[in-house]
């Protein structure tokens, strides 16, 4: 989670519902891999925000490439932030991909440490939580619904394909927009 925060896009999509399955096995509460999810969302966030803070524009000319970070995907965030104000945070934490960059443009804005430190955890808590809570409920039902267990192996290839097909594209839109930068 502090990677994806960190501007790396590791999807907590995969990350937390599969926490959220060793919930349902014993091995974690759901409370705690929340907590554990939202600390580290703080954690990456902050390092994003001291990197906008300090490097800006500039950094990510520099660096953003190295993970597929471009002037396109920050104008995004910056317009996000401009709109919304400092609870662009709060309200960024549970949107899918404006939650890994919102951190970069609070610390362009210089926002105040308490209320992004404290935007960035519940918005973080409330998302992790809820894709946990999704694991876990299917982990439950996994021996003990045949349907579900039939239905999830009938469409794991189709899963599979989509998910490859997925990254495929976004690997190719990011390098196709690199190059006519």
């Known amino acids: 989670m502090a990677l994806e925060s960190a501007c790396i896009p590791l999807p907590s999509e995969v990350i937390m519902p599969f926490a959220g399955y060793l919930t349902s096995t014993g091995r974690f509460s759901l409370l705690g891999v929340a907590l554990a999810g939202a600390i580290g969302c703080n954690i990456g966030s902050t390092v994003a925000y001291w990197i906008g803070a300090t490097g800006g524009r500039r950094f990510v000319d520099r660096y953003g490439g190295w993970v597929l970070l471009d002037h396109h995907d920050l104008d995004v965030a ?7 104000g400092t609870p662009a945070v709060l ?14 443009p609070a610390g ?22 809820a894709l946990a809570k999704v694991g876990d409920q299917l982990g439950r039902r996994w021996d003990s619904d045949p349907r579900l267990r039939a239905v999830m ?3 794991q290839l189709v ?13 190719w839109h990011k390098l196709r927009r690199r190059r006519r930068v």
Request: with cysteine; proline share 3%.
């Open 153 to 155: 192996h009938q469409f």
């Open 108 to 129: 362009m804005a210089r926002m105040r440490q308490l209320p992004f430190q404290l935007y960035t955890f519940v918005g973080s808590f409330v998302w992790c939580y």
């Open 78 to 84: 910056e317009r996000f932030f401009a709109r919304f």
């Open 159 to 171: 899963v599979l394909v989509v998910l490859l097909a997925a990254i495929g594209l976004f690997l």
């Open 91 to 104: 309200i960024g934490r549970v949107l899918p991909v404006v939650r890994t960059f919102i951190a970069l």
